[in-house]
């Protein structure tokens, strides 16, 4: 194996490394990385972060082939043969926090960045939405794309849904609500539920029925979920089933749930 076919070029990217075959590539990809981003290494050179500047300028090293292929993230798979493809990409993001009423806590956007191939954000179509549950009531939505009228219009629509009452993908799983409601009365509400996802619909799905209050960022049992939960407190299996169904000494108590469940949605409408 020659020299040349024995090492890598890696075109170093801030904190990112990119893995090309050919030096040319790697060259081409770090002269589009300072190109784009000029203004922000000038900034810091002139406020005297002469550190942050040099770290964030794109250059290219050397890599033994071998190293690469044992240690580097991808392996060999990673590696580039061509110049990734760079787009502008237009982006808007938002964080809601609640969970009867989704509360808009910031906004980020709009505006766009260079955006290349490698990273997670690149993509071809006019917009892409990702909203994420995350711990403590908080939901994060993000929109990015090609255009930015497509994304300004997706946007649009998931504040809309994710601030919706009821909300499309509010639901009853009764066994959820009153692991909930244990987990409340343990002042932990999230000791029992192990997906966000699943924890703010239950939380959503126990207000609606009236058993549970939100006071700020803290969730507390209403005097009607207190006295359910008293009744149910001496037949909650442990462990809990893995299976979703409700244990056979709850039923009454699933059944009281689904009952509560859509007269509390009418209310409400």
């Known amino acids: 194996m020659t020299t040349a076919a024995s090492e890598l070029h890696l075109a170093v990217l801030d904190h990112r490394k990119v893995a090309f075959f050919e030096q040319a590539h790697a060259q081409h990809l770090v002269d589009q990385w300072n190109k784009a981003h000029a203004g922000v290494i000038a900034r810091d050179r002139a406020e005297g972060l002469h550190d942050a500047a ?11 082939r071998a190293h690469w292929e044992r240690f580097g993230p991808g392996g060999l798979s990673a590696v580039w043969d061509r110049v990734p493809q760079q787009q502008r990409i237009y982006s808007r993001s938002a964080t809601f926090v609640g969970f009867a009423s989704r509360r808009q806590l910031n906004e980020f956007g709009p505006g766009w960045m260079p955006v290349w191939e490698f990273m997670s954000t690149f993509t071809d179509r006019p917009a892409v939405t990702q909203i994420d549950m995350r711990a403590r009531g908080t939901v ?24 919706s009452n009821p909300n499309r993908d509010d639901h009853l799983d009764a066994g959820m609500v009153l692991l909930v409601l244990r987990g409340i009365a343990e ?9 966000e996802l699943h924890f703010h619909t239950d ?17 507390s049992l209403t005097d009607a979920g207190r006295a359910l939960f008293d009744r149910a407190l001496a037949r909650f299996p442990d462990p809990w089933p893995m299976q979703g169904d409700v244990p056979p000494a709850l039923a009454d108590l699933a059944a009281e749930l689904t009952a509560r469940y859509p007269l509390a949605g009418e209310a409400a409408a």
Do not use: M, N
């Open 54 to 64: 040099d770290r964030f300028t794109g250059k290219v090293e050397t890599c033994e």
């Open 203 to 219: 939380v959503r799905a126990a207000i609606a029925c009236g058993l549970v209050q939100e006071e700020g960022i803290r969730l």
């Open 187 to 195: 002042d932990a509400p999230w000791r029992y539920i192990t997906s």
């Open 140 to 163: 994060t939505l993000s929109v990015h794309g090609l255009e930015q009228q497509a994304v300004d219009t997706a946007f649009t629509a998931a504040v809309a849904g994710i601030q």
